[in-house]
């Protein structure tokens, strides 16, 4: 007779899925799920919110590629994770959400802390499923699949009690990891290779979708024997080494890079979109191409968002696609615009003299290892160091810059740090980024992840006051603290078993900076920059 609970099936379908971990706050009705998932070898780690669990399981998701799962209990657990359910839909993050629920019958006459899970997460997740008795295994098998598949996106799976304790004999349902879709229709390459061939001032624009196949390589390639410059949106980082000439950084929110960057596309002659989604752009980058430019697409899946035309669309994967564009390169860009372009942008973005976030960023990169991984809240201070900050390969800054929430990035870098021990990980958050999810600083001491965490403090939601000023309306809701009336973020962080100090110098910040990369515990550095320090920084 069979042993096997519909919560080791679940186990079992994660752990062939590749799951190494999951993050969550328990709950009664998931402590079945929750020892189906460790028999099956999948490590539990507990968080302060359940929103942060979801960043957690993003991050170690971007270093080792394990799938990344999630768990809430009924109710108010459930609740809790909209934000970071949203978050892993807008930016492409393949979690899988576990939730428990009671059972069909009992939830007939009995109401509390329960509402429809499903009805509450259907706009943000690719699917959603309630597990049924006898296809637990069909079930986790369609739900993994949607999720990893395509563009990778949040799946929602309602697990009642009664599955999750009752005995289960089901039939094995192995893992078929969804295939990238091959070459495009031969007329459809034959054209573009037509276009490419003629172009004289070519473009590409790369994003997440190149991210998630890990096509940098490939990218680089091209870019360098065809004589094609690159920009990348914020997530696309580091597809190509930010150092190499042809990489003109990454774009998405910065109008001061835009003053650059859009007078350039408009001299390009043929645009070449790379796994480019533009969730991540502002409005300044919808429909920016002219009729007079042929722009080419290479997408793992057609189109329907809006925000700008393609003239060939090659949906295919990059890997395969781009060998068979390969053509003679004739003479490029004779007017070495894009070269001029990159020089404008590093002069844009050249730190002043005086202290300020520049210098903070500058001073940080000039003293972590070229290898460090770092995340970004969201805020003013992410626009700028994501300009600033020159990643030499992808998934070496991580930020949310789909959703573009706050209180992702230290648990980003949690989980980053998770995945990869040995390398250097540092958190670039705002004051009130920190306060929003100051509780996973007991996380980092609890698992024992010795990040770097920089807090820029200027009391004040500086990117929220910085567009009330230039609407000008009055000064409401963005300023707080100030003299004695702010957090001691430093005497915070060793509240919370860290190492905590605040700066005002660059000196002070790269030895304590330094410093930080030997200790066996989180450091944050509380740099405390004047207000308003970032009026015309990008």
Known sequence: MTTTTGADIIGQALARAGATHAFGI???????????????????LLVKHENSGGFLAEGLWHTTGALPVLVATLGPGVANTVNVVANAMQDRVPLIFLTGCVDAAEAETYTHQVFDHQA????????????????VGAGMAKAIVLATGGQPGPVHVDVPIGVAEGLADEPDIPFAPPTLPGLPAAADLSAALAAL??????????????????????????????AIPLIT???????????????LGGAGLSPRADRTLMPLMAKADCILLLGYDPIEMRIGWRNPWTPAQTVIEIAPLPRHHGMHRADIALIGSLAETLPALCHKAPSRWPDKAPTHARTDLKMTFTPPDHWGPHQVFATLRRVMPVETLITADSGAH???????????????????SGLCTMACAVPLAAGAKLGRPSAPVLAFVGDAGLEMGAGELATLTAHGLPIVICVLVDDSLSLIELKQRGT?????GVDFGGPGRGTDFAALARAFGGHGVEVTDPETLAREASDALTRDRFTLIAARIPRRAYDGAF
């Not at 096509?215 to 024997?225: L, P, Y």
């Not at 000008?472 to 409401?476: A, E, G």
């Open 233 to 247: 949106t914020y997530k696309g980082k580091g597809l190509m080494d930010e150092a190499d000439p042809l990489c």
């Open 120 to 135: 509450m997460l259907r706009p943000v997740v690719k699917g959603s499923f309630r597990l049924a008795p006898g296809a």
């Open 197 to 226: 061939t003629a172009a004289r001032r070519p473009l590409a624009i790369a994003g997440v979708d190149a991210v998630n196949e890990g096509a940098g390589e490939v990218i680089t390639r091209f870019c360098t024997d065809h």
């Open 26 to 44: 328990p709950g009664g009705e998931v402590l079945a799920l929750m020892q189906g998932l460790d028999t099956a070898g999948l490590q539990f």
């Open 382 to 400: 992410r626009i700028l160091v994501s300009q600033m900050w020159d990643c030499p390969a992808p998934r070496l800054m991580l930020q949310s």
């Open 472 to 476: 000008q309306r009055p000064n409401l």
